[in-house]
Nanobody, 117 residues
């Protein structure tokens, strides 16, 4: 059974940094894509950064130049380094893994990121 677990959220002041981690276990396939999404109160879930195997990375315009996604294939882990955080980055951040024969989506439980002075 595929399991996706995030960690690393918390509270930080504007301009600060956080690093999120997402570890996948129970995999019987190599993921086609791993990435991060976020959902702020009253808003729809949006893509933040995604790493697509064999293609590359894609970032939301709002985080370009501030966030960096990376992956450790040996550990089936993906990271999100978030720098120069802004209050509008406050949200629950979810890790997503897509793959397998039917390209299913697997989600973590989410981790809260709060940016406030």
């Amino acid at each position: 059974q595929v399991r996706v677990v995030e960690s690393g959220g918390g509270s930080v002041q504007p301009g600060g940094s956080l690093r999120l981690s997402c570890a996948a276990s129970g995999l019987t396939f190599s993921p086609n894509a791993m990435g991060w999404y976020r959902q702020a109160p009253g808003k729809q879930r949006e893509q933040v950064a995604v790493l697509i195997s064999g293609i590359g990375t894609n970032y939301a315009d709002s985080v370009k130049g501030r966030f960096t996604i990376s992956r450790d294939n040996a550990k089936n882990t993906v990271y999100l380094q978030m720098n120069s955080l802004k209050p509008e980055d406050t949200a629950v951040y979810y890790c997503n893994l897509r793959g397998g024969r039917y390209l299913l989506d697997y989600w973590g439980q989410g981790t809260q990121v709060t940016v406030s002075s």
